[in-house]
């Protein structure tokens, strides 16, 4: 049975810092690319970050990029995604997804293409 476990949520101030962590069981980590999204209140879950299944490739929304990392460690069968500078409109519940390296990495940015998701974490950011 997949399992993705979100941690690492909870209430920061605006320009904190958060580090989620997304631990993987019952598949093969390292035959998936990784991807995090995120729902906020009365919205639609959007795409937040990804990465490849040998972390080459990084992709990240307009939203995040240049404050949101995203890494993975495939010997832990965990991916991470640091948030720096965070804002009041970070406020979500953050899922981690895993979509079969066989699919293009642009599809990544695709809700839909992902085969396992996460029960997400709650990020609150106050100001």
């Known amino acids: 049975q997949v399992q993705l476990v979100e941690s690492g949520g909870g209430l920061v101030q605006t320009g904190g810092s958060l580090r989620l962590s997304c631990a993987a069981s019952?598949?093969?980590?390292?035959?998936?690319?990784m991807g995090w999204f995120r729902q906020a209140p009365g919205k639609e879950r959007e795409f937040v970050a990804a990465i490849s299944w040998r972390g080459a490739y990084t992709y990240y929304a307009d939203s995040v990029k240049g404050r949101f990392t995203i890494s993975r460690d495939n010997a832990k069968n965990t991916v991470h995604l640091q948030l720096n500078s965070l804002k009041s409109e970070d406020t979500a519940v953050y899922y981690c997804a895993a979509v079969d390296r066989d699919q293009n990495t642009a599809v990544l940015v695709t809700e839909n293409k992902y085969d396992y998701w996460g029960q997400g974490t709650q990020v609150t950011v106050s100001s």
């Open positions: 019952g598949l093969t980590f390292r035959r998936y690319h």
